[in-house]
Each structure stands twice: as structure tokens, then as C-alpha cells.
């Protein structure tokens, strides 16, 4: 059983015990009725603060927050997993990608063209999976109290046709509503940035409000988690270095306008 059914399970079975309908319920999250149905009917997936309410109300002590760390990492692989964690509960994430457009920015034409194309073998149920599981990550781009997110891509992965025409310029024209949206800071490392850093491959730096700031490096099907601290200034600096050397964020949205056109 997967961790989301067992979510599902133990809060109908809380529900049911207190006595609540579904909407009663619902109201107790501050949600629609038809959202708190899907999560429990397990169409969709629970929210950070939802599994934290639900432990105030039950008197689970972590029960159910325990049980979302596991439905938060389980989609993924082991190298993978504890990325997206530090994802769900930063306060601010910095990313450099040169591969590809970020997940968290990705459309869902795009994530399907690129993981079709990295798995040519994947079964079509197994590969709509992996879609979902990417998609799903931006979720956490719809909270109240979003991390702020800053991403900066080289300009290749943005001339890089993945999916075909359509897709990609659906895919740039998303990059070009986000830039204009409060939800992040987008830049691009154009090809004539000199001497550029960051060719040493894809790094995130993820901050928190209540411990250091974590790094995660990633390379082919592999992921490798930084937490001493001189190694996450390092690579902090590093970050710095290529936010400086990219185009200013207006300067982006114009250079993906015009690639877009």
C-alpha cells in the first residue's frame, strides 16, 4: 500500500471516528469539499499543513506528518527523493539548470516529451506516473507561503527543441508568465557570458527557517546532498557568481520572447 492510500485511510478513519461528514471535514481545512474528496479518494495529493492539522485534530503527535515525508519522496528514486524534500519545505530555493527547463517550471507537454525521451522503454502507465510525480512538485508554487524561487538556465536548454515546435513554445511562453509573475525570478545565461561559471553541471541551494541551508548537485541518474557547511558556501558563491554573469531578469523574459518567436 502506498503512502498516499494510507493517508487516505487513517484520515477517513479519524473522520468517521470524530464523527464528521466529508464537508464537515473539509471545513475543518479551510477547503473546498470536492478537494478534501480527491485526497481522500487518493486523486490527490496532501498538502504540508494539511498533514500538520491533522495531527492538532486527531492528536496524532507526527502521525500523519511522518506519513507525508514518505508520500512526498515515494514517487521518486532514492538519489532523487531527498531533493524533492528539501523542495517541499524550503523557504527559498536557488537553482542553476543548463540541461533543460526545471521541473518546477516545466509544462506537462514538455515533462512528458523529456521523460519519453530519456526512457524510450518506459511503459505509457509508468511514464504517466513520472509525468504526475513532476508535476506534482509544483504544488508547492501554489501555497500561501511559496518558496521563493530563483532560477537561472543556460540559454542552450532554451534552443534545445524538445517535443517539437508546439510544445516548446507553449513550454517559453509558460517561462515568460512566470518571470511576470511574483512566484519567481527567472534569468538566463546567455552564450555570450564570458567565462561563465557553473560547467560543472545542475546545482540547488535550498534555505529554511529552521536549520542551514542544504546543496544538491546532480549528475546522470545520480544525486549527491551537501550539508557541511563550507561546501554549501562554496557552492553558494557559485550560484552568485552565475546569477552575476546572467542576463537581469527583465533582460531574460525579452531573450525568451524572442527565442520564443
Not at 523542495?87 to 526545471?102: H, K, L, Y
Amino acid at each position: 500500500m502506498s503512502a498516499r492510500s494510507v493517508f487516505a485511510d487513517l484520515l477517513a478513519t479519524y473522520r468517521k471516528a470524530a464523527g464528521w461528514t466529508q464537508a464537515e471535514a473539509a471545513r475543518q481545512f479551510t477547503m473546498s469539499k470536492s478537494l478534501y474528496q480527491k485526497i481522500e479518494a487518493c486523486d490527490r495529493k496532501p498538502q504540508r499543513d494539511m498533514a500538520q492539522r491533522c495531527d492538532e485534530l486527531f492528536g496524532t503527535h507526527e502521525v500523519f506528518a511522518r506519513i507525508y515525508k514518505d508520500i512526498v519522496t515515494e514517487p521518486y528514486s532514492s538519489w532523487f527523493g531527498p531533493r524533492v524534500e528539501y523542495e517541499d519545505r524550503a523557504t527559498a530555493i536557488t537553482n542553476w539548470e543548463q540541461r533543460g527547463v526545471p521541473g518546477l517550471l516545466q509544462t506537462e507537454a514538455y515533462a512528458r516529451a523529456a521523460v519519453r525521451a530519456c526512457r524510450p522503454y518506459m511503459p505509457p502507465e509508468a511514464l504517466e506516473q513520472r509525468v504526475r510525480a513532476r508535476l506534482e512538485r509544483q504544488d508547492i508554487l501554489a501555497r500561501d507561503r511559496s518558496p521563493k524561487l530563483w532560477v537561472v538556465v543556460a540559454e542552450g536548454a532554451l534552443r534545445q527543441v524538445v517535443g517539437g515546435r508546439e510544445v516548446m513554445a507553449e513550454q517559453l511562453d509558460h517561462l515568460v508568465k512566470m518571470s511576470e509573475s511574483p512566484q519567481a525570478v527567472i534569468q538566463v545565461l546567455p552564450f555570450s557570458a564570458a567565462d561563465a561559471p557553473g560547467a560543472d553541471g545542475p546545482a540547488a541551494l535550498f534555505d529554511f527557517e529552521d536549520q542551514p541551508s542544504v546543496a544538491y548537485l546532480e549528475g546522470w541518474e545520480s544525486g549527491q546532498v551537501i550539508e557541511d557547511p563550507k561546501e554549501v558556501a562554496n557552492i553558494t558563491t557559485a550560484l552568485s557568481m552565475i546569477k552575476g554573469c546572467a542576463l537581469s531578469p527583465r533582460d531574460s523574459r525579452q531573450l525568451i520572447a524572442e527565442i520564443r518567436g
